[in-house]
C-alpha cells in the first residue's frame, strides 16, 4: 500500500483530516514528529534518514515549532534532503522558508507588485519614524502573537524587539473603530478552495485568537489577485491574508502551512479532501 508521511512538531485536527481523508484513497499514513527524525550518514546507503521513509511517496508538512535557529534549519535541512532524494513535499521547504520570514514575503510582494501595506524593516530599533499608526510584528510568527499597535515614536522605544529585527508596518484602517476585519484566502494548487471573513473586536483577527468568521463570495479581482500571489511563492496550497480598504486590496501575509479548520466551520463542502485530492495529483 503506498504510504503519505504526515510530518509536524504537533499532530492535531489537521492531521486526523487528512489521515481520514488519505485513507480514504487508499493510503496508509504515517504521523511523524520532528523529534522522531534522525540522520544517519553513511556510505552504505542513499536513506540516511528513518527506514520508512524508503515506502514513502509523499510528505504533508504541517506544523512546525519556534525554537534554536540551530533547530529549526536543522527540520529544514532535513527536509531539503527529503526533497532530494525524490519524494513530493507539500509545501516544500523552499516554500516554507519564502513565506515564514516576513521581511522575505513582503520584499517579494514588493519586487512583484502587489498592493500590500508600507513596511520599514531594520535591525534594532526603528531610526526613522513618520507619525502613524503601525503594527510592530516578529519576523518569525504566526497566529497573531507577540504584535504590538504602535503610534508614537516613544511607545516603539519602549515596546521590545524580538529578535532585535524591528518590522513596522503601516495599519490599514481606522484604529478606534468597534471591529476589525480581514480576508483569508484558502488556495490550492493555485485555485482559491474558500473564502472567509474574519472579524473581531480587537486589532489582531485571527481565529485562533477568538475572531469570529463567515464564508465570503471571491470576487474576481480577489481571485486574480490570490492567483498570481500563489504562482509568486509556488504555493501547494496555503492562506492568504488580505485586507479590503478604501476599494482597495491589500496582501498582509502568506501562510504557507495554514489551519483551516474556522474555515471549514463556515464551508459545506470537505476541505480537507479537496486539499488531499489536489495533493495527490502533484505525486501522480
Known amino acids: 500500500m503506498p504510504t503519505i508521511a504526515i510530518i509536524g512538531d504537533i499532530h492535531d485536527w489537521h492531521s486526523e483530516q487528512l489521515e481520514t481523508s488519505f485513507k480514504k484513497k487508499g493510503y496508509a499514513v504515517l504521523k511523524i514528529k520532528f523529534n522522531q527524525l534522525r540522520a544517519d550518514f553513511n556510505n552504505r546507503a542513499k536513506n540516511f534518514l528513518n527506514p520508512e521513509f524508503k515506502k514513502i511517496r509523499g510528505i504533508w508538512l504541517r506544523f512546525i515549532n519556534n525554537g534554536p535557529l540551530e533547530e529549526i534549519t536543522t527540520k529544514l535541512t532535513f527536509l531539503h534532503l527529503l526533497e532530494e532524494t525524490g519524494i513530493y513535499i507539500h509545501n516544500s521547504p523552499k516554500v516554507i522558508e519564502t513565506t515564514v520570514d516576513k521581511v522575505r514575503t513582503t520584499g517579494l510582494l514588493k519586487i512583484n507588485e502587489i498592493n500590500s501595506p508600507q513596511t520599514i524593516v531594520e535591525i534594532g530599533k526603528i531610526t526613522r519614524f513618520k507619525k502613524r499608526n503601525y503594527l510592530l510584528k516578529p519576523i518569525f510568527g504566526s497566529q497573531g502573537k507577540d504584535i504590538s499597535f504602535i503610534n508614537s515614536k516613544s511607545k516603539l522605544n519602549k515596546t521590545n524587539v524580538i529578535g532585535n529585527v524591528s518590522y513596522l ?116
Not at 494548487?189 to 474574519?198: G, I, T
Not at 479590503?244 to 479548520?261: G, H, T
Not at 459545506?268 to 489536489?278: A, C, G, H, P
Open 169 to 284: 508596518q503601516t495599519f490599514i484602517g481606522n484604529p478606534n473603530q468597534n471591529n476589525y476585519s480581514d480576508i483569508r484566502v484558502l488556495i490550492s494548487n493555485h485555485k482559491p478552495v474558500s473564502v472567509m471573513k474574519r472579524t473581531s473586536k480587537i486589532m489582531f483577527t485571527n481565529a485562533f485568537q477568538g475572531a469570529s468568521v463567515s464564508k465570503l463570495p471571491i470576487t474576481e479581482e480577489l481571485e486574480k489577485i490570490s492567483i498570481k500571489v500563489s504562482k509568486i511563492f509556488k504555493l501547494g496550497y496555503g492562506g492568504i491574508d488580505i485586507k479590503y480598504f478604501r476599494k482597495k486590496y491589500y496582501v498582509l501575509e502568506v501562510n504557507s502551512i495554514p489551519s483551516w479548520k474556522a474555515i471549514q466551520g463556515v464551508e459545506n463542502k470537505n476541505i480537507s479532501q479537496i486539499l488531499v485530492n489536489d495533493f495527490l495529483k502533484k505525486i501522480k
